[in-house]
C-alpha cells in the first residue's frame, strides 16, 4: 500500500529555516503530483506547495512564494520542503500528499487519496 512518511519539522524562531521531507512507497505511477499542504489549529487546511514528478513543474501558494521551495530526488520518491525566513504565520502541521491527477489543477485536499501522518511547525 502507498505510504508516506514525512520528516523534518520542528520548532525554529522567525526568520529562521527548516526542511521537511517525505518518502513515498508502495506506488507504482509513472507521474505524480506530490504536494505540501498545512494546518493550524482552528483553520482550514491550506495547500502549501506542489511538484509534478515527471516534469518536474512546481506550484506555490503566495502565501510562501519566493520563500518555500519544493524539490525532489532523482529518484523522484521523495519531495523536500526547504521553509526559508519563516514566520509565525507558518505554525501548522505539515502534511504530504501524493496521488496522480494533474498538478497544474490540484489545489485542493480532496484531490489527493494518499496522506503522511503529518509533522509539526512551530515558528516563534
Known amino acids: 500500500h502507498v505510504q508516506l512518511v514525512e520528516s523534518g519539522g520542528g520548532s525554529v524562531q522567525a526568520g529562521g529555516s527548516l526542511r521537511l521531507s517525505c518518502a513515498a512507497s508502495?506506488?507504482?505511477?509513472?507521474?505524480?503530483?506530490m504536494a505540501w499542504f498545512r494546518q493550524a489549529p482552528g483553520k482550514e487546511r491550506e495547500g502549501v506547495a506542489r511538484?509534478?514528478?515527471?516534469?518536474?513543474?512546481?506550484y506555490y501558494a503566495d502565501s510562501v512564494k519566493g520563500r518555500f521551495t519544493i524539490s525532489q530526488n532523482n529518484a523522484k520518491n521523495t519531495v523536500f520542503l526547504q521553509m526559508n525566513n519563516l514566520k509565525p504565520e507558518d505554525t501548522a502541521m505539515y502534511y504530504c500528499?501524493?496521488?496522480?491527477?494533474?498538478?497544474?489543477?490540484?489545489?485542493?485536499?480532496?484531490?489527493?487519496?494518499?496522506w503522511g501522518q503529518g509533522t509539526q511547525v512551530t515558528v516563534s
Open positions: 508502495g506506488y507504482t505511477y509513472n507521474r505524480n503530483c
Open positions: 511538484i509534478a514528478t515527471g516534469s518536474g513543474n512546481t
Open positions: 500528499a501524493l496521488d496522480n491527477s494533474p498538478c497544474a489543477v490540484s489545489t485542493r485536499g480532496a484531490d489527493f487519496r494518499y
